[in-house]
């Protein structure tokens, strides 16, 4: 089995069925289905077993179209096939060509159909679809691509046989403009047989088929007969094209495959992630506006009175909570990468609110996030050296090169073992070297000078000043209630940022790992401001209660409050994967979880950055409004 996001095919028609080179989809699911997925496969990451099917319907010029380095991560790979058309002129029973089976074909071909291999194409950028009518509703969803084969019994037998799609029946819509006569595609469909195709005389040029029927103005087939997948048997690749004008005017020929979401449940997704705002935000406020103001005025009383010897609270630890924390260092690197992620996130959702990642841009989205990634290096070295500098650290070439590697070497280190499996499985998914070379130019040429001249500058800056003075001696912490243990109160802080994306986290899970389009980067925005609250929210009301307690090590703690979503996000992927997901073969079980530990490792980084920052400007906020001698 394996992994990639799609084989996609340009040109004429891209048809990697008959090149050796089928891709790997799951059966569309709608994710309002929340139906659950019975197959082997997954769709992201490994295609099959390039090198090894080949000699199928071989087209006599193979022409390999140029892919962007998005579509050469995702795995795409775009030749011509021998599906040729004509706008606006109908084919009925054209043959493609004669194929005879070896057993390794036919054995190769069964196991392609027992994984319910889809074969997808592409004409004029749009991916072919079977359209599919749903029996309980008036509407119809749409397959990408269709299935090789099915696997039944025949005739009465008990025997389940292996049956191929050979007959291909296009419909391809188009819109035409009144004023000047001219079409546009604006759909691509297609319905796919199994015939067991007959002809008169010999095989040749002019061979005529007796199972369908080439001056049909309609799909006519002439044969019950499905073809069988076995060993020396005879198989006819054949196809039909019927043009049908659409009222769908082209700008709006991709709604068709974007708008098969159930808005109603993101918008559910939207009002539950609000409700949890609106409860810390509550409790914020009630901080804030309540407790807070009371012992500001009560603390800055008892300063006038000589009193501060009976302080107790978060104001007793004055003296010591902007002590610098252990491996402050290394803080600093993951605050720098965290806000290099940041500003990608924001800077690509922007771009696709806007409109500017469609999909029919294929791999454009993946490559604006890399490109975004390794610009936004700058802010990364701008942010580590900040917070380094007022840790008192003056090493900053240190610090710059730890914060541009660190986190890239990690996830490198990861994807080449998953690459390696890749290359294993002889599969065309596996990143070429070439593209390889590209990303550590990338890396090394761009990213890591710029965090070297965020890092210089953000050194070069003032100090930040502490609203007060840190004290020689650390003050001993106090026995701490059970909530308060570290780690019972991290994990407790990171189940709110979780919940608040959790629903919207299913319809990303099924559009990168189910083949589905995402296109509704509306509500991803909306989600994602919600989370950015929720982080700061949680960390903030945690981060209260903690000095309360009279415990002053709140820097790292506050990172790992909402950082720990991370954990929650890779347990409900492993929950995805065995609900959603009956995944049997090892590899790509391995890149799955492989993929989303990366995953969840820059979530990590994001949300504990958005976190830290929160509960350093809060901290700055309170400290500063007392009166301390």
Request: glycine share 6%; aromatic share 18%; proline share 3%.
């Amino acid at each position: 089995m394996s992994f990639r996001r799609s084989l996609v095919f340009s040109a004429s028609f891209f048809f990697l069925l008959f090149h050796g080179a089928f891709s790997f989809y799951l059966p569309g699911v709608a994710p309002q289905d929340f139906q659950k997925v019975t197959t082997n496969q997954i769709s992201l990451c490994l295609h099959f077993l390039h090198s090894s099917f080949s000699p199928i319907c071989l087209f006599s010029l193979l022409v390999h179209s140029a892919e962007n380095l998005g579509e050469v991560l995702r795995g795409d790979r775009i030749e011509n096939s021998q599906y040729v058309f004509k706008m606006r002129e109908p084919q009925m029973c054209n043959i493609v060509c004669k194929l005879k089976l070896d057993a390794q074909s036919a054995k190769e071909f069964k196991e392609k159909i027992d994984d319910e291999y889809r074969v997808n194409m592409i004409l004029d950028n749009l991916p072919l679809v079977v359209p599919i009518k749903r029996p309980d509703q008036d509407s119809t969803v749409y397959q990408l691509g269709f299935h090789v084969g099915l696997k039944g019994q025949y005739s009465g037998s008990k025997e389940e046989k292996y049956f191929i799609h050979n007959h291909l029946a296009f419909t391809v819509k188009y819109h035409r403009d009144l004023l000047t006569e001219s079409a546009r595609i604006v759909g691509f469909e297609v319905k796919p047989f199994s015939v067991k195709h007959e002809y008169d005389g010999n095989w040749g040029e002019n061979t005529r088929l007796t199972t369908c029927d080439p001056h049909a103005k309609h799909t006519v087939v002439n044969s019950n007969t499905p073809q069988e997948v076995e060993e020396n048997k005879e198989i006819i690749f054949t196809f039909d094209v019927e043009f049908e004008e659409s009222d769908v005017k082209w700008a709006s020929r991709w709604d068709a495959y974007l708008l098969m979401n159930d808005d109603q449940i993101h918008w559910f997704s939207i009002v539950n992630s609000l409700m949890i705002v609106l409860f810390l935000s509550g409790m914020v406020a009630m901080i804030m506006l309540r407790t807070l103001y009371r012992d500001i005025s009560k603390y800055n009383e008892l300063e006038t009175q000589e009193e501060a010897q009976e302080e107790t609270g978060w104001k007793l630890v004055h003296g010591d909570v902007f002590r610098p924390p252990n491996n402050s260092d290394l803080l600093c690197v993951y605050v720098g990468t965290g806000v290099q992620f940041f500003f990608m996130i924001l800077v690509t959702m922007i771009f696709a609110v806007l409109g500017f990642l469609s999909p029919s841009n294929r791999g454009g989205l993946m490559t604006a996030m890399l490109l975004l990634w390794v610009f936004m290096g700058i802010f990364a070295g701008y942010a580590s050296s900040r917070l380094y500098k007022m840790f008192k650290g003056s090493e900053w070439k240190s610090i710059s090169l730890r914060t541009a590697t660190l986190f890239p070497a990690t996830v490198c280190a990861v994807f080449f073992v998953l690459n390696a499996l890749i290359w294993g499985e002889k599969s065309s998914g596996a990143v070429p070297f070439g593209t390889m070379f590209a990303l550590i130019f990338l890396w090394f040429g761009i990213s890591v000078p710029l965090v070297f001249v965020g890092g210089y500058v953000g050194f070069k800056k003032p100090a930040i000043e502490n609203p007060v003075k840190t004290n020689k001696i650390p003050r001993q912490i106090p026995e701490q209630a059970w909530y308060m243990n570290p780690v019972f109160s991290v994990l407790i802080g990171g189940i709110l940022p979780f919940g608040a994306v959790f629903i919207e986290l299913f319809f990303i899970l099924t559009s990168i790992w189910l083949n589905q389009f995402y296109y509704i980067f509306g509500f991803l925005f909306l989600v994602f401001a919600i989370l950015i609250v929720t982080c700061a929210e949680i960390t903030i009301v945690l981060c209260y209660f903690q000095l309360c307690s009279e415990d002053y090590l709140w820097w790292w703690r506050s990172y790992l409050t909402s950082g720990s979503s991370a954990l929650y996000l890779f347990l409900y992927a492993t929950f995805y994967f065995f609900t959603k997901l009956e995944i049997t073969k090892f590899v790509s079980a391995v890149l799955y979880f492989g993929y989303m530990l990366i995953v969840s490792y820059a979530f990590f980084v994001v949300t504990g950055t958005i976190g830290f920052y929160a509960c350093f400007w809060f901290t700055r906020l309170i400290y500063s409004s007392v009166k301390i001698d």
